[in-house]
């Protein structure tokens, strides 16, 4: 599976010449607990988000993901915390990760079952920081520490 993933990439790489660029989000719920969604291809918790369709700007993207993964609606968002384009950031696919911290309500619902298999809000001081999906782990304790970054 390795070496057919190496093609897949490289083919998509000529195809698409230049990295897919993606929206991010840190929910933050009233009570400043944070939403993570456990991802079904790897098990792994991480930061709800995805790809910019055609024709999205990153609100209606960040919007549409947050709806799609965890059934919260995006009220505001409260600063960029950053942008993240490291080519091994995402195991997948080189993308560009544009990072936001927005604050969010509503009832838990996972729209995408294809990706979403459980969401869950932790206190800051309780998530599961060292073993996150892509750079998650890297772009929370960014957060965290009041930082805004180009990487």
Do not use: C
Not at 44 to 49: E, H, R
Not at 57 to 78: H, S
Request: charged share 25%; aromatic share 6%.
């Amino acid at each position: 599976m390795g070496q057919i993933w190496r093609y897949i990439k490289a083919i998509m790489g000529i195809i698409f010449r230049h990295p897919i660029t993606g929206a991010t989000i840190i929910p933050v719920l009233p009570d400043g607990r944070i939403v993570l969604i456990q991802r079904k291809d790897t098990g792994q918790w991480g930061l709800p988000g995805g790809i910019v369709d055609w024709g999205e700007d990153l609100i209606t993207t960040a919007r549409r993901e947050l709806k799609e993964e965890t059934g919260l609606q995006l009220l505001n968002v409260r600063r960029l915390v950053g942008v993240y384009s490291s080519m091994d950031r995402d195991p997948r696919i080189h993308s560009i990760s544009v990072l936001m911290e927005a604050e969010v309500r509503g009832e838990f619902s996972i729209e995408d079952t294809l990706e979403v298999m459980q969401i869950e809000a932790f206190l800051p001081s309780d998530l599961p920081l060292g073993n996150l999906s892509h750079d998650h782990d890297r772009q929370l304790n960014d957060y965290l520490k009041g930082l805004t970054v180009l990487a």
